[in-house]
């Protein structure tokens, strides 16, 4: 990339997704806002090719091009024939032949050439990296104090995890409730891929307005930390030497630390406390990157959050809803018991409104809003919309004094006044549904309420110590 003496330019690895995916609308960005130019795919692989046979002249001593290492040069060709090769169909490359090549160096005729083990080992480690994933890689120029600001921006799609029917019967039913009743909760995991690339690593989550955090948390990060701190504990109780070879070992079940670990501090990470704010904030330092065949810390744990509405929001519009219908029920329900026929029509069109007014407010929203209705709220609003029609069907059976749904005779007892059992079931129903949702939405208000509340500190904080 061409630059100036005055301000040279650092190529600077911004993503380093997997082959095969896609990367879509990505703008790099530097701290005035101006675009930044990325490598292309040849340049990138011209970018790989000279910083391996950099690493592979450090170890050697000298420059490998003089032709007496014919070792480092076939492992050299395999390392980047590994990075240059494609993806298959899944998205997948399990090919470590080129990172392999470079790390039996050591251990070969030519093992006694070598003079700085270390960069080997930073070669089979980048091989081994990029044989199945790639670098976005932007020229960053470099201000005379050395410190820059890379920013990016991309598009990403969310991908939609239905509940499997193992983790319960409840949320394998609330799942697909979900999609049927057309509600869009705010509910979404990230995962950390970045995270190892950093010391310290922030992930600030900026919802929009009417939300506040109601659930975050990674299950198994406590896991995945403490697999790695016992990892490293076991190797600090092992010579150096015989420590680092270990972990080349590709058959070793648990790869021990290499030399430039041992002095790392443990892993740490906390959550900004939830104070009622629309966003979420995560930070964590010296996160380990993953290893295979490492038991609990091969894979990347993901960070899951959850915003619930703002009350009022939609619960609320439920909550009178629902609690409109109950009243007109059993009014009608407490009148029609004892007359069948009142001598007007009215109470058909007042047990109607409750089932239009229902429908109006929990399904006329906007359609660009990211948190469409919670599942409660659309629930108890169909309820009220059945209840409803069924009360004024039901008061139109009594008027014509129809035999149907007449089950006076069978039982006689009064409940809240009413005579009718067919009345006091369909009541019973309308209260039900008015107070499940009224206490959802205390219980959520009561949440909101005192989260607003309590001191603004962080809570989650965990850090590995042995």
Not at 159 to 166: G, I, W
Not at 287 to 298: A, Q, S, V, Y
Not at 301 to 328: C, H, M
Not at 366 to 389: F, Y
Request: charged share 20%; glycine share 6%; aromatic share 10%.
């Amino acid at each position: 990339m061409p630059s100036s003496p005055e301000q040279p330019v650092i190529l600077f690895p911004v993503l380093v997704p997997r082959k095969g995916e896609m990367v879509d609308n990505l703008r790099v960005l530097a701290a005035d806002g101006s675009d930044l130019p990325i490598l292309s795919y040849r340049q990138y692989l011209q970018l790989v090719a000279q910083v391996l046979r950099t690493l592979l002249d450090i170890s050697h001593g000298h420059d490998i091009s003089q032709g007496r290492h014919l070792e480092a040069f076939e492992a050299e060709r395999l390392a980047l024939g590994a990075v240059m090769a494609r993806a298959d169909q899944n998205g997948k490359y399990d090919d470590d032949s080129g990172s392999q090549a470079i790390r039996t160096i050591v251990g070969s005729d030519a093992g006694s050439s070598v003079v700085n083990e270390a960069a080997l080992v930073l070669a089979s480690q980048l091989v081994k990296k990029l044989t199945s994933h790639y670098a976005v890689v932007a020229a960053v120029p470099c201000p005379p104090d050395g410190r820059f600001v890379v920013s990016y921006e991309r598009m990403m799609t969310p991908v939609l995890e239905l509940a499997p029917a193992s983790n319960g019967i409840l949320n394998w039913l609330k799942a697909r409730a979900r999609l049927i009743f057309g509600s869009r909760p705010v509910d979404f995991s990230i995962t950390l891929d970045n995270a190892c690339t950093t010391q310290s690593y922030h992930l600030i989550i900026d919802a929009q307005d009417g939300v506040f955090v109601g659930i975050q948390e990674s299950p198994k990060l406590i896991d995945y930390f403490t697999a790695h701190w016992e990892r490293l504990k076991e190797g600090r109780r092992r010579a150096a030497v015989k420590r680092r070879r270990a972990g080349e070992n590709q058959d070793s079940p648990s790869p021990m630390p290499v030399a430039s670990e041992l002095n790392t501090p443990p892993p740490y990470y906390r959550f900004r406390r939830r104070s009622g704010q629309r966003y979420a904030h995560f930070y964590t330092r010296f996160f380990p990157e993953p290893i295979e065949k490492l038991r609990n810390g091969d894979r990347v744990p993901d960070v899951r959050f959850r915003f619930y509405e703002v009350p009022p929001g939609s619960v609320f519009r439920a909550v009178i809803t629902s609690s409109a219908a109950a009243l007109l029920i059993w009014l009608i329900g407490f009148v029609a018991s004892r007359k069948a026929d009142p001598g007007t029509d009215v109470p058909a069109f007042l047990l109607v409104f409750p089932a239009v007014a229902a429908a109006w407010l929990g399904f006329d929203g906007q359609p660009r809003r990211l948190l469409e209705g919670t599942l409660a709220a659309r629930i108890s609003l169909m309820a009220t919309v059945l209840c409803s029609i069924a009360a004024s069907g039901l008061f139109m059976i009594y008027k014509a004094e129809l035999p149907y749904l007449r089950w006076d005779n069978l039982f006689h007892m009064r409940i809240l006044g009413i005579d009718s059992l067919a009345w006091t079931i369909l009541t019973l129903v309308a209260l039900l549904n008015a107070a499940s949702i009224t206490y959802i939405y205390l219980a959520r208000t009561w949440e909101f309420m005192h989260l607003s509340s309590r001191p603004s500190t962080f809570d989650g904080t965990r850090e590995i110590v042995g």
